[in-house]
């Protein structure tokens, strides 16, 4: 009996370290307490099963579906073990039917290539940069892949096994079974002497965690509008050493003059001067009257309206070209005219994540785009290179336009020819 107890004891310490992944722990622990408590915890989820159950079947586009829909997004985007893992288990698919006795020549193993073939020129073409998978590319386009040297590992039993293994291990990490170990559950319970979790301890912790978020927001916030002031301080600067300089140049400035460039750069209202003062005011008086009504004025910015980006991209296909250069006007306007900062980041963003110029994938909407910047009428040509340079002119728009190689040699010969404006 007491042999029994300490057995479960051990098991469910092992169990909750596991659990917790506690790898150094656990080879300290089975040294110490030999196989006793060596009961393997190696439960994985619902959805982990489900794609092992997919991976032994051979049954690709099931296995496709539910790897994209259970693992999640930042590991799909960003985790390398899980990128290379995925272009293998492709591999795995596309000679699965090769591997249990079917012929090149049969329709199924045409099939599961053709399927292979779309992904390495999609989402596997990052994989290029990894020398083992570059030979890889070439597999749809070879006859016999099983006489091809370099593909002879992958239909031996060996590669096969340590691909499941691989792919078990990294469904456990990260899509473990979420049912609480026995220990957890045992504590959660009453205990012997009948004491419940302190219930108001928790709640307390909770309360602090909401206010800390909203306090992290309101810092997050007041950041933003600190970067604003920061930005028109600059101009002001700016503008002002201009002013300086042409008064030094023998040109008259006015107070009238200095009143109206802090009340358009610094200042949200129209500043008020007292006339009838008996001491005019000087620059720097209106500077800091400008800066004491900024920070005054706490009300936050009006958010520019939403719009329904799929619709804009519809319209763009069926509407006349003078319409089309309406059209580029006021999407280039709208984000220009944006305040610069959150307001700006979010016209970018929405403008970015539409995919306003085609650049996420090529298609009949992208050609569509360069057709405008290359069209005959000038005024849709203008507005469309106006339009692009404006996006282009901030980091992430860069960055998105980027990735359209073809859309920049469009927008750059046009440059040479003295087409578009620069």
């Known amino acids: ?85 995925d272009y293998s288990c492709q591999i795995y698919f596309a000679v699965y039917h090769l591997r249990h006795g079917s012929e090149p020549q049969d329709a199924e193993c045409r099939a599961a290539l053709e399927v292979f073939q779309h992904f390495v020129q999609n989402r596997g073409k990052q ?7 570059l030979p890889f590319f070439a597999l749809p386009y070879i006859p016999d892949p099983k006489q091809h040297k370099p593909f002879q590992h992958i239909f031996t039993d060996g ?16 899509l473990p ?66 002013t300086l300089q042409e008064s030094i140049n023998g040109r008259k400035v006015t107070e009238e003059e200095v009143a109206g460039l802090c009340a358009r750069i610094v200042g949200k209202h129209r500043l008020k001067f007292n006339q009838e003062a008996a001491r005019p005011l ?21 958010p520019f309206p939403s719009l329904d980006y799929d619709e804009i991209k519809k319209q763009l296909f069926v509407m006349d070209e003078v319409e089309a250069a309406l059209l580029f006007q006021a999407l280039r306007l709208r984000l220009t005219q944006a305040p610069a900062g959150e307001q700006r980041d979010c016209v970018l963003g929405a403008l970015i994540q539409s995919d306003i110029f085609g650049c996420a994938e090529p298609g009949r909407y992208q050609d569509h785009v360069q057709q405008a910047l290359k069209s005959s009428t000038p ?42 404006p620069t």
């Open 379 to 420: 005024e849709l040509q203008e507005s469309a290179a106006r339009f692009l340079n404006a996006l282009a002119s901030l980091r992430a728009g860069t960055a998105s336009l980027a990735q359209v190689m073809v859309l920049l040699s469009v927008a750059y010969a046009g440059c040479q020819l003295g087409g578009f």
């Open 282 to 302: 000087t620059a720097v008086d209106v500077l800091q009257q400008s800066m004491r009504e900024m920070r005054d004025s706490d009300q936050p910015p009006v």
């Open 1 to 85: 009996m007491a042999d029994d107890v300490e057995r479960k004891v051990l098991s469910g310490m092992r169990e909750y370290f596991a659990s917790r992944g506690k790898t150094k722990f656990l080879t300290t622990f089975d040294k110490e307490f030999g196989t006793s408590g060596s009961k393997t915890y190696s439960k994985i989820s619902k959805g982990a099963s489900e794609l092992m159950n997919h991976f032994v079947k051979g049954e690709g586009t099931q296995f496709v579906s539910a790897w994209e829909t259970n693992i999640p997004g930042n590991v799909l985007e960003q985790d390398q073990t899980c990128r290379k893992l």
């Open 159 to 174: 590669w096969d096994t340590d691909l499941k293994a691989r792919l078990q291990n990294f469904l456990r990490a990260v």
């Open 177 to 242: 079974d979420k049912s609480e170990p026995m220990l957890v559950r045992l504590v959660k319970n009453v205990d012997e002497n009948g004491d419940v979790p302190d219930a108001k301890e928790v709640a307390a912790m909770e309360q602090r965690l909401v206010e800390m978020e909203e306090r992290a927001l309101r810092y997050f916030r007041q950041y933003y509008v600190t970067v604003n002031d920061f930005q028109w301080v600059l101009q002001v600067a700016a503008d002002l050493a201009k």
């Open 127 to 133: 994989m290029g940069e990894f020398e083992e998978f």
